[in-house]
């Protein structure tokens, strides 16, 4: 299917990049990127390079958009790329901490939501690995902010800020002092206080959630976006030149946004490629994977 694709790059990248102008007009977005392997020029060896993804997804609260996923290709991981991938961008960015998106933040730029499923991972690792008491009460108190989370999926914004400035609040709030009192109590240069000193430092980040509805506890959204990435390398193993990466990200862009929509990619692309020649440029809305579901549904 990539090669597919791949072989038809000119007549799809317009609709790419609709779909990515799309994914930059919401609310809020989620953000990750993932290494692959990239054929070095001028020699056999391979580099690694980087694969960018940003969802658009408003199931949780009910919005009207259809699911989108943008993907990018990249040769490094400089911060300037999400900074470029970005630019324009005045609304919330879920992500997590890598150092990269920090350019993506600020005045006159997008707002930063921080990734609570990270810090309930680097808990869990010191809880798996040691048996942390410390870990494990606020694994379970992480636990209560998700079991919140899962009763107002669907709900509109509105009402989402309202239960989790009610309910979710306390508990957040509750968990960050916690925390702050056990770091004195431990070694500061145990994996258990690594552990602590990150979701205090993420916390503030992540905090934005409790007052806003169209915001989510995590960026699992945008990790589940770069697993056919993951998966895939290990079958095609690299990627034989920058364009072949460009290509590709081309590629997982409509596959997974025709995912995400349950529409057939193989299907769905049949019918683009049969009529998008010929079709204008400003009308590229009528050839989207929700459009090609409507008429079966």
Same mark, same amino acid.
């Given at each position: 299917?990539?090669?597919?694709?791949?072989? *038809?790059?000119?007549?799809?990248?317009p609709?790419?990049?609709?779909?990515?102008?799309?994914?930059r007009?919401?609310?809020?977005?989620?953000?990750?990127?993932?290494?692959?392997?990239?054929l070095?020029?001028?020699?056999?060896?391979?580099?690694? !390079?980087?694969?960018?993804?940003?969802v658009?997804?408003? /199931?949780?609260w009910s919005?009207? *958009?259809?699911?989108?996923?943008?993907y990018?290709?990249?040769?490094?991981?400089?911060?300037?790329h #999400?900074?470029? /991938? %970005?630019?324009?961008?005045?609304g919330?960015? /879920?992500?997590?901490?890598?150092?990269?998106?920090?350019?993506?933040?600020? &005045?006159d730029?997008?707002?930063e939501?921080?990734?609570?499923?990270?810090?309930?991972?680097?808990?869990f690792?010191?809880?798996?690995s040691?048996?942390?008491?410390? !870990?494990?009460?606020?694994i379970?108190r992480?636990?209560?902010?998700?079991?919140?989370?899962?009763?107002?999926?669907?709900m509109?914004?509105?009402?989402?800020?309202?239960?989790r400035q009610?309910?979710?609040k306390?508990?957040?709030?509750e968990?960050?002092?916690?925390l702050?009192?056990q770091?004195?109590?431990?070694?500061?240069?145990?994996?258990?206080?690594?552990?602590?000193?990150?979701?205090?430092?993420?916390?503030?980040k992540?905090? #934005?959630?409790?007052?806003?509805? /169209? %915001?989510?506890? &995590?960026?699992?959204?945008?990790?589940?976006?770069?697993?056919?990435v993951a998966?895939?390398?290990?079958?095609?193993?690299?990627?034989?030149?920058?364009?072949?990466?460009?290509?590709?990200?081309?590629?997982?862009?409509?596959?997974?946004?025709a995912?995400?929509?349950?529409?057939?990619?193989?299907?769905?692309?049949?019918?683009?490629?049969?009529?998008i020649?010929?079709?204008?440029?400003?009308?590229?809305?009528?050839?989207?994977?929700?459009?090609?579901? !409507?008429?079966?549904?």
């Open positions: 299917m990539a090669d597919w694709v791949g072989r *038809s790059t000119a007549l799809l990248q609709l790419s990049d609709a779909i990515g102008r799309m994914v007009q919401g609310a809020a977005l989620f953000a990750d990127d993932t290494p692959v392997k990239m070095a020029p001028g020699n056999k060896k391979t580099k690694t !390079a980087r694969v960018w993804t940003y658009r997804d408003e /199931h949780a919005g009207q *958009s259809p699911p989108c996923a943008w990018q290709f990249t040769v490094d991981r400089k911060g300037e #999400p900074v470029s /991938h %970005l630019s324009g961008y005045k919330w960015v /879920h992500a997590d901490g890598y150092s990269g998106f920090n350019g993506v933040f600020g &005045d730029k997008a707002d939501m921080a990734c609570m499923a990270h810090v309930r991972r680097k808990l690792d010191v809880f798996s040691q048996g942390s008491a410390i !870990a494990e009460q606020a379970l992480i636990a209560e902010l998700y079991a919140i989370e899962k009763e107002i999926r669907g509109a914004p509105e009402e989402r800020a309202a239960i009610a309910r979710a306390p508990i957040f709030d968990l960050e002092d916690w702050h009192a770091l004195p109590n431990i070694s500061g240069k145990s994996p258990l206080a690594q552990a602590i000193r990150y979701a205090l430092g993420r916390m503030p992540a905090r #934005p959630y409790l007052g806003n509805g /169209h %915001l989510e506890l &995590d960026n699992n959204t945008a990790e589940r976006a770069v697993k056919p998966i895939g390398r290990k079958n095609w193993m690299f990627s034989g030149s920058e364009g072949g990466g460009k290509a590709m990200a081309i590629a997982f862009t409509l596959i997974e946004t995912k995400l929509n349950k529409v057939d990619p193989q299907a769905w692309l049949t019918w683009v490629l049969a009529q020649a010929d079709h204008k440029i400003t009308r590229l809305d009528e050839l989207m994977p929700w459009r090609y579901a !409507a008429p079966a549904a």
